[in-house]
């Protein structure tokens, strides 16, 4: 079945202890994004990569870092994890980085709670 | 600026009624792309329809229609005979030509009561 899949799907830390949310996908897709949710805000891009060893900034890329080392894992790493991160996360992978109509299928969500 | 608007943060509808839901967009690129997503409470993001900017015709997937007006810049899902598993959050989402993410709505919280 095709997917992508996240770890852990609930998350509660306190501020400072380094975690990662796993991010995996088995399309061979080429891109991969990282996304958060927060309540009226939408969903904000994080990180992408465009493929191995790719990486760019998305509009909200402070406090976090990424890496492509494989093709399908898109780890997302918080180093120092704040209160201002509790959001919901979301995973995503497509076949073409380059638009077009390649819908992007998203994780089911990483929920992050930093106390 | 926003980019993609989502007037409505909440919509009623009944059962096996039609239902519209705004989406307005601001770009100068002449190539984008425009997607809806659904949300369920259990919180996935569920692909629903795509529009491309140079598709002559409205999308459409099932139940699920896209009323594309290029002019206005407005993509409006429209969702026939509503049923109660159509309760959820919808984003209306774009992507730029030779950009590298999708740019959210705030989204809509549609209600289909009995």
């Known amino acids: 079945e095709a997917q992508v899949t996240q770890n852990p799907r609930y998350l509660i830390t306190v501020t400072g202890k380094k975690l990662t949310v796993t991010c995996s996908q088995n399309?061979?897709?080429?891109?991969m994004s990282w996304y958060r949710q927060d309540p009226g805000l939408g969903l904000r891009q994080i990180y992408y990569s465009m493929n191995v060893e790719v990486t760019d900034k998305g509009d909200v890329p402070e406090g976090y870092k990424v890496s492509r080392k494989e093709k399908r894992n898109f780890p997302l790493i918080l180093e120092s994890p704040s209160p201002n991160q509790t959001s919901l996360y979301f995973c995503?992978?497509?076949?073409?980085?380059?638009?077009?109509?390649?819908?992007?299928?998203f994780g089911p969500g990483t929920r992050l709670t930093v106390t | 600026a926003q980019k993609i608007t989502q007037t409505q943060p909440g919509m009623f509808v009944q059962e096996k009624e039609a239902v519209t839901l705004d989406c307005t967009y601001d770009t100068s690129d002449p190539s984008y792309g425009l997607f809806w997503y659904k949300q369920p409470s259990s919180g996935e993001m569920i692909f629903l329809i795509y529009?491309?900017?140079?598709?002559?015709q409205n999308a459409t997937e099932g139940r699920y229609s896209l009323n594309f007006q290029k002019a206005r810049k407005s993509a409006n899902l429209v969702i026939s005979a509503s049923q109660l598993g159509d309760s959820a959050m919808y984003f209306c989402?774009?992507?730029?030509?030779?950009?590298?993410?999708?740019?959210f709505g705030t989204g809509t919280r549609l209600l289909v009561s009995p």
């Open positions: 529009q491309g900017s140079y598709d002559q």
């Open positions: 399309m061979n897709h080429e891109y």
């Open positions: 995503a992978s497509s076949l073409s980085p380059a638009g077009g109509s390649y819908e992007q299928y």
């Open positions: 989402a774009m992507r730029e030509n030779g950009f590298q993410k999708l740019v």
